[in-house]
């Protein structure tokens, strides 16, 4: 599919996704489901074990939502948008993949909210802002911020974020977890990439199923997480990479991954 804002380049096993809808990367209608087909496809690119989503604008990572456009929403018009970006942020973390959001720049709003959909979040040091304002607006953050600010960071310290519509700068953000790592911005595109081939030189299939136990686990009963554990556990040992692993250890050599 041809994209208006997006680019998507393949890099060995990892996909970089970079957003481009100058000056800020604004979330509207639009950008919306270009995000939501671009996650799509990336979900079943089974050559892939690491999607990169990143910037192409010097000073915005996305710096929230097209606030023209959403001033003239009506209350339906809001539920479509927001269960819009809502579905395109849950492929995000339903995709058996590692997702990392390459922040190079500000977050906010529904920038951050997307952030929040990936496995990692790395940032650049600097003058960028992450968090949610919108309570300073008089709205309230539309796609996931309410639910997984709070399962990231703590209850406490969401609410307050949330209720006082708090930006953070990044080495405030490093400091409660919103981010994971602080990157200088001369070196940042270049230590993202090294991070994320690092990552996909790993057993791709196994990756997944990790990620995808976590999730699926961690807000049931332990019994149901635990059997949610054994079905991904089974399903893994049939793969390439689980008896490459366990060969290469026997025989003492290093495995060779092939995400299968």
Known sequence: MAYQFITMKTEGRVLTISLNR????????????????????????????????????EKAFIAGADIKEMAAQDAAT???????????????????????????GHALGGGCELALACDYRLMTSGKALIGLPEAGLG???????????????????????????????PQEALEIGLVDRLIAPENFQEEVMSFATQLACGAGKALGYIKASVYEGIELPMEQALAVERKYSAENSTTHDAKEGLTAFIEKRKPVFLNK
């Open 22 to 57: 100058p000056p800020t990367n604004p979330l509207n209608g639009e950008f919306g489901l270009e995000l939501s087909s671009a996650f799509n496809e990336a979900e079943k690119m089974d050559d892939i074990t690491v999607v990169v989503i990143t910037s192409a604008l």
């Open 78 to 104: 809001a539920d479509n948008f927001s269960k819009l970006l809502q579905s395109a942020n849950n492929t995000l973390t339903r995709m058996k993949k590692i997702v990392i959001a390459a922040i190079n």
């Open 139 to 169: 709205i309230i953050p539309g796609a996931g911020g309410t639910q997984r600010l709070p399962r990231l960071i703590g209850l406490a310290k969401a609410l307050d974020m949330l209720l006082r519509g708090k930006t953070l700068t």
